[in-house]
């Protein structure tokens, strides 16, 4: 069945240094895949979106590009800030699902100034 | 655009009692809405998925007469957990589509529910 792993956090930096979150994905087909982020107390918001192999999706200084051949989609940012901080979850959604969103586990991230 | 509202965003009960949240599309109709339970610093965990004017499809392990859904209109879902015990508290969160086949989850920002 469909599948997303992302790294195991807490990830921790500081403040501009660069933020790469491993995401790999397993799944029949050609799926979408989303990158959203969740601050505290708050439901989740969407970051980005790629639909098809190689697209880049990006938003507010994160990219992610989505690999085929690698089957991931990392989250990539050149300098984190302190309001970076949040749990990101990876995300597909398979062609054979009824809308249903598949999540990996969630990578916090911390921003130290 | 596509903002979804959820009320309320903290309920604090007693034990036995029910509780209603409500999931609303404010400016889009959806026609598909999740309704996701989250526990602390974990993943989402897909409780159910409400089409409109249709019963809801519970996940596996998810009582549907525990948790009720009725998906009334193309803008309102509500979730009623029923007779809630204290291993009911988590943090509930729901999702919708849009009409347009763009299959974006958008999310509301969760309710806390504390179960006394």
């Known amino acids: 069945g469909n599948s997303v792993t992302q790294m195991e956090g807490p990830v921790t930096l500081s403040e501009e240094a660069f933020l790469t979150i491993n995401c790999t994905y397993t799944a029949t087909g050609y799926p979408s895949l989303f990158w959203y982020v969740q601050y505290p107390g708050e439901g989740l918001q969407l970051l980005l979106k790629?639909?098809?192999?190689?697209d880049k999706g990006s938003n507010k200084g994160f990219e992610a590009t989505y690999r085929k051949e690698t089957t991931s989609f990392h989250l990539e940012k050149g300098s984190v800030q302190v309001s970076d901080s949040a749990v990101y979850f990876c995300a597909l959604y398979g062609s054979s699902n009824t809308g249903k969103l598949i999540f990996g586990q969630g990578t916090t991230l911390q921003v130290k100034p | 655009g596509a903002v979804v509202s959820q009320h309320p965003s903290w309920v604090i009960c007693k034990s036995g009692t029910s509780v209603k949240i409500e999931c609303r599309s404010l400016?889009?109709?959806?026609?598909?809405m999740f309704w996701y339970r989250q526990f602390p610093k974990q993943s989402l965990m897909l409780m159910a998925t409400?089409?409109?004017?249709?019963?809801?499809?519970?996940e596996q392990g998810v009582e549907k007469d525990k948790f009720l859904i009725n998906h009334a209109s193309l803008t309102l879902s509500t979730l009623t957990v029923t007779s809630a015990h204290p291993e009911d508290s988590s943090f509930y969160i729901c999702?919708?589509?849009?009409?347009?086949?763009?299959?974006?989850?958008?999310f509301g920002a969760g309710t806390r529910l504390s179960v006394l």
């Open positions: 999702s919708a589509i849009t009409r347009t086949g763009e299959n974006i989850q958008y």
């Open positions: 790629a639909t098809k192999a190689d």
């Open positions: 400016d889009f109709q959806a026609t598909t």
């Open positions: 409400s089409n409109e004017g249709s019963k809801a499809t519970h």
